[in-house]
T-cell receptor, first 113, second 114 residues
């Protein structure tokens, strides 16, 4: 059974640019969550999607957005990149979130220069 | 409020010893808890979970203890091995609150000395 796949693994962008990250969940999982991990703030929740609907959003500016497709694959987008957006972006999939296990991908390392 | 920066607790043990990693959680309504292990350059890896109707759960070489009275969670690793060296996170979820998110602790760096 394939795990959670995130692409790309590494990305370098310039301030002001935008970026799109992709996440393919485990087959059969319909919930996809995104987290940002930085040394200063740890793991912070960005948003969660289930059946193409965003059910919850973390405390991040509107420059951070996401979506989920009918096959449960998800993308997140960050517009007008800032240096502080440099982080490891992690995707987690779950059967339905709540009190089911969450499986994480290896993440996308974004560096903004 | 949010912490300005993280001070990561560290635990250093000798190979073969037992390790205990502690975590204080914040939401008394949380009813589902997970321990994750994160190695350098990788995403968090699921270790073990526990629901709030349990006090203890055992896995292979690992045991999680839950004390809801003081909102405390611990992970015990038996016969710690060098491959156990990593950052360990606890995470909590209030599944009844329909918030569909995990709230993570700051993490503990475990170093196993051969």
């Amino acid at each position: 059974k394939a795990g959670v796949t995130q692409t790309p693994r590494y990305l370098i962008k310039t301030r002001g640019q935008q970026v799109t990250l992709s996440c393919s969940p485990i087959s059969g999982h319909r919930s996809v969550s995104w987290y940002q991990q930085t040394p200063g703030q740890g793991l912070q929740f960005l948003f969660e999607y289930f059946s193409e609907t965003q059910r919850n959003k973390g405390n991040f500016p509107g420059r951070f957005s996401g979506r989920q497709f009918s096959n449960s694959r998800s993308e997140m987008n960050v517009s007008t990149l800032e240096l502080g957006d440099s982080a490891l972006y992690l995707c987690a999939s779950s059967f339905s979130a709540g009190n089911y296990g969450y499986t994480f991908g290896s993440g996308t390392r974004l560096t903004v220069v | 409020g949010e912490s300005v920066g993280l001070h990561l607790p560290t635990l250093s043990v000798q190979e073969g010893d037992n390790s205990i990693i502690n975590c204080a959680y914040s939401n008394s309504a949380s009813d589902y808890f997970i321990w994750y292990k994160q190695e350098s350059g990788k995403g968090p890896q699921f270790i073990i979970d526990i629901r709030s109707n349990m006090d203890k759960r055992q896995g292979q070489r690992v045991t999680v203890l839950l004390n809801k009275t003081v909102k405390h969670l611990s992970l015990q690793i038996a016969a710690t091995q060098p491959g156990d060296s990593a950052v360990y996170f606890c995470a909590e979820n209030d599944s009844g609150g329909s918030n569909y998110k995990l709230t993570f602790g700051k993490g503990t760096l475990l170093t196993v000395n051969p």
